[in-house]
């Protein structure tokens, strides 16, 4: 398919939808979307996989790096993309996280010929399973100089409203062990089952701290998100694992947190098994307040994990801002509002073409 | 497989091992019993399914059934027998439970032609699984005539010592009840496991009822054998289950087990997955009386289930008596003590030749 960079970012979206791109399958959009690119002759464009960066080399005195990931979760009955006129609304797979986002970049760089600051354009690939995939790290352990900028936008759906920073998350597995026994003679066991009664009544008494960081309240939480235990019906069980997820405010680091976790459950095995770091919401940078003045003031902290971090990680302050509700992201009735996707395109025009 | 009467009851455990009979597959060995049984003269010998029943009909005024299942759990690298002559151990699938007790009815079959008390020998398909294949469940729905009897003996392991009655088991499943959210925003939604906390500090808790009856002290169980709960490692989740199994003393009923066990977890959502009765000791009846004299006094009571449960509800009392250590059932390493063999068989010759 080829993409018309002319017409609208809605048709844009639902063509981008319509390219079917789950995570592991990107190679025929970012073929499509290097095929657009490639004759705007103001953009530098370079591939890596199935990643695909387009820069303007303005000698700006500013840098900006806008990024929105190709892929999206399994299908779900939920293509071909169809428009709601009446409603407004977009629905599809893909259309909220974040082909809406994608096209709204794509507009922007063919529009916006001479931004104010320099512009460095990432579609990566493998945002949706595991890090090892994902594009946008793989492409600052290989060309970190690419994503070097003073200021990045990550376009994931933030119902067009600035969220700033995120939240690092940790998983941990805590674990009881027991003696197995038969449940016809029970006392000749341990129950490890039941020793798990401690670790959800921890969890019961945990109170959530919210810092106030840059002006934005954030919201931690510890939460069992599995529990598994049991050998048969007439065994006394001698193990039982707790799979507990806990989210971090961006004040804390991976370390405090795994630390928190452990001092949390102290007395029990406490496995890390996943974790990933916060991000400050980096609101102070010159670029971050112009950029938030130029969308009208508003900002709220980001609760979920995002890419954001790996920018934070490079030294980049990064905010999100994209079409559509996350609430409907990975979501089978999946959907973005038209007009988030035009007051996106729309603000982030006036923003780099500001003073011009 | 042709099965020698005629040889010792450790050649003919040994023999009865190594004819596999994994539940479902009792074929083989219920042709091999009924064809060793069918030449003993003094017997009646009748078949349902893969059950062979032999019968004396003496018009003694007693009858006693003893009884013994003939299939086995599944393989697990533990076949053939193997007789380990220094330690005098027989090893193998089924040894304990329970071909040993098979073996010594098949001798008893063959040498006690003329028992004091008319003999009925059922050996039956279908224990180590659902109920619905249990073979001595069937003979007393098909043709209860030939399970009626004063007195019973289930030859299942019980290191060669009588063990009177047994207790009931139910099984429940407590489930919990949440809403689902995002881990990122978890106070949007509620966690289910979190709210088993409660679920396990009943039991833990949990004070076991210790009911002395017919002199013998029985001891209730009441735990969790398994539990799950989880939607995902970023969702929290909206359903936990607890299994629970409460093992019950045979003075109450199985009304009566399910009664406390609603009550116990008031306030939860309990749902009984699977219920079976106790069975009080009944050792005041003459028959019982004079085995137990028989075989030396000494009676235990049985904590685990077991088909002496059916005879009682057929208005039999029953005991189970066989050799082997129960704990050594269902393991890798099964095995029995030719001791035991040896002494079960005399014991029981020497009670159903007694005063003749």
Redesign the interface.
């Known amino acids: 398919m080829t993409l018309d960079l002319t017409g609208d970012a809605v048709t844009l979206t639902q063509q981008l939808v319509d390219i079917e791109s789950v995570s592991r399958n990107e190679q025929a959009i970012a073929d499509a979307v290097e095929a657009a690119l490639l004759p705007l002759d103001h953009l530098r464009v370079s591939r890596l996989g199935n990643t695909v960066v387009a820069r303007t080399e303005l000698g700006r005195g500013e840098r900006v790096v806008i990024a929105g990931h190709l892929d999206t979760v399994p299908l779900n009955h939920n293509l071909p993309a169809r428009l709601d006129a009446e409603t407004g609304i977009l629905h599809g797979l893909g259309s909220c996280d974040m082909k809406a986002g994608d096209a709204v970049m794509l507009r922007i760089a063919a529009t916006v010929r001479e931004p104010n600051r320099d512009l460095t354009l990432v579609f990566y690939e493998g945002e949706e399973i595991e890090g090892e995939f994902n594009g946008l790290r793989m492409l600052g352990e290989s060309d970190p100089d690419l994503l070097t900028a003073d200021f990045a936008i990550l376009m994931e759906p933030s119902d067009a409203v600035v969220e700033a920073g995120c939240?690092g998350?940790l998983?941990a597995e805590v674990r009881t062990n027991g003696e197995r026994a038969?449940?016809?003679?029970?006392?000749k066991g341990v129950?490890a089952?039941?020793k798990?009664?401690e670790v959800?009544?921890r969890?019961?008494r945990y109170e959530?701290r919210r810092p106030v960081i840059d002006g934005l309240e954030y919201?931690e939480?510890l939460?069992?998100?599995?529990?598994?235990?049991?050998?048969?019906?007439?065994?006394?069980?001698d193990e039982?694992v707790?799979?507990v997820?806990y989210?971090f405010a961006p004040d804390r680091s991976q370390a405090g947190a795994e630390q928190f976790v452990r001092e949390f459950f102290e007395g029990f095995d406490v496995a890390v098994t996943?974790s990933a770091p916060g991000a400050l919401p980096g609101l102070d940078v010159p670029a971050a307040k112009a950029f938030i003045e130029a969308v009208g003031g508003e900002v709220n902290p980001k609760?979920?994990?995002t890419d954001v971090s790996r920018f934070s990680a490079l030294g980049v302050p990064a905010v999100n801002f994209g079409p559509g509700d996350p609430?409907f992201a990975h979501k089978q009735d999946e959907h973005v509002p038209v007009e988030h996707i035009e007051r996106c395109e729309q603000q982030l025009r006036d923003w780099l073409e500001a003073g011009l």
Chains 1, 2 share one sequence.
């Open positions: 939240q998350t998983r038969h449940s016809a003679r029970s006392w129950n089952i039941h798990v009664g959800l009544d969890l019961n959530a919201h939480g939460n069992a998100v599995a529990i598994h235990g049991g050998v048969a019906g007439n065994v006394i069980p039982c707790v799979e997820n989210r996943d609760f979920g994990w609430m």
